[in-house]
């Protein structure tokens, strides 16, 4: 089974620059998640996709930060215009639906590493 | 606010020995662990899980323990290898929920 796809895995941008990520997730999975990950920090949820539908945003700093999943599969994450503090690792993850023999395990992708100088 | 941590930031263990990586967490009402393992420039992988109404869970050559009454929660990985090398997490959700709330993190080193 393919894991969570993303790209890309590294982006230089300076301050001010937008920049976006795309996320796959792996197929049937009908939540999509965007983390932020800190340099030793453990992820931070972004923003939760139930398909199409945006379940929980409440920690995405809209100002600067918007994400979409038009066709409840892909999934973009753009930021614009970056600061210096966005310089993190971005997760993608995913889960299958809740009750499924999996349970609520959610899957990540390897991260889109963003440096902003 | 809820949260959910480490007690040791950092662990070096020799090749061979066992290992045992704690996890603190305060909300009650979770009810669903899980352990990840984040290798150095890679995403978290996930390890072991397990659901309040449990005390212990094994995998292969990892057993998590589960004390509700402390709120506490531990990895334990029989014959560490440098392999195991990593930054290894604990993960909460509370029922019903896919929202998972990490800790900070334990580096394990394996000394060979």
């Known amino acids: 089974e393919a894991g969570v796809a993303q790209s890309p895995r590294y982006k230089i941008i300076e301050k001010r620059q937008s920049v976006a990520f795309w996320c796959n997730p792996i197929?049937?999975?009908?939540?999509l998640y965007w983390y932020q990950q800190i340099l030793g920090q453990g992820p931070k949820l972004l923003i939760q996709?139930?398909?199409?539908?945006?379940?929980?945003d409440s920690q995405l700093p809209k100002d600067r930060f918007s994400a979409e999943r038009l066709k409840g599969v892909d999934s973009t994450l753009k930021i614009q215009p970056a600061k210096l503090e966005d310089s993190a690792v971005y997760l993608c993850?995913?889960?299958?639906?809740?009750?499924?023999?999996?349970?609520?395990?959610?899957?990540f992708g390897e991260g889109s590493w963003l440096t902003v100088v | 606010g809820e949260s959910v941590g480490l007690h040791l930031p950092t662990l070096s263990v020799q090749e061979g020995d066992n290992s045992i990586i704690n996890c603190a967490y305060s909300?009650?009402?979770?009810?669903?662990f899980i352990w990840y393992k984040q290798e150095s420039g890679k995403g978290p992988q996930f390890i072991i899980d397990?659901?309040?109404?449990?005390d212990k869970r094994q995998g292969q050559r990892v057993t998590v323990l589960l004390n509700k009454t402390v709120k506490h929660l531990s990895l334990q990985i029989a014959a560490t290898q440098p392999g195991d090398s990593a930054v290894y997490f604990c993960?909460?959700?509370?029922?019903?929920?896919?929202?998972?709330?990490f800790g900070k993190g334990t580096k394990l080193s394996v000394i060979p």
């Open positions: 993850a995913s889960s299958p639906p809740y009750g499924t023999n999996s349970g609520n395990t959610i899957y």
């Open positions: 197929s049937g999975h009908a939540t």
């Open positions: 996709f139930q398909n199409n539908g945006v379940v929980d």
């Open positions: 909300n009650s009402a979770s009810d669903y």
């Open positions: 397990i659901r309040s109404n449990m």
């Open positions: 993960a909460e959700n509370g029922a019903g929920s896919y929202q998972l709330t």
